[in-house]
């Protein structure tokens, strides 16, 4: 039975175990999950946060990362400005970025109870800034973040809450937990 933890990354850490070849020491994932033989399931970019999937199993980490499987990936999105239908209507339809069309269920919701994020988004108090619960089957470089740009929202936050059926509920920020 091959072994899966669920991990919620924090803001600011590295998806990887080790970073020796920066010239400044960043946070990796050796600093939280002391587990041997698992190894990341997917990326999760350092200004992200949520749920990162570790697996000691490389066809199950394949299965996970790999596109071609289409495993859904739903992030709870805070952007800028106020999202509208027409706007929300442009992903769901598909936005054209540099490297192809994407497409994503989207809807807007009602700011999530969530931790903290350290640092604090920034804040402009003349913008107003909405929550979106955004689901792709992709997974591409950036692709929220680049998707909701081009619907003039850029992404404030960013938090992977799911993947399939494994999701971040119940764990703080640097935690993990055997699924």
């Known amino acids: 039975m091959p072994r899966v933890i669920l991990f919620n990354k924090p803001y600011d850490v590295l998806s990887q175990f ?3 070849n920066s010239p400044t020491p960043r946070a990796t994932l050796s600093q939280f999950v002391d587990v041997p033989g698992v190894y990341p399931a997917g990326r999760l970019d350092r200004d992200s946060e949520g749920l990162l999937l570790l697996t000691d199993d490389g ?7 790999d596109p071609k499987f289409k495993l859904a990936k739903t992030y709870l999105v805070q952007v800028e400005g106020d999202a509208g239908e027409d706007a929300l209507d ?28 350290v640092p604090p988004i920034r ?8 929550w979106l619960k955004i689901t792709i089957r ?3 470089n950036r692709q929220v973040r680049r998707m909701t740009a081009a619907i003039d929202h850029p992404t404030l936050r960013l938090v992977r809450w799911s993947i399939g059926d ?3 509920a119940g764990l703080a920020p640097g935690t993990w937990r055997d699924a």
């Open 59 to 65: 066809r199950l980490q394949a299965r996970i990362a």
């Open 90 to 117: 442009r992903l769901r339809g598909g936005v054209l970025l540099k490297d192809g069309p994407a497409r994503a269920e989207v809807e807007r919701i009602a700011a999530p109870d969530l931790w903290p994020r």
């Open 123 to 130: 804040v402009r108090a003349s913008i107003p800034d909405c």
């Open 18 to 20: 080790t970073d020796v």
């Open 166 to 168: 494994w999701t971040l």
């Open 138 to 140: 992709e997974g591409r």
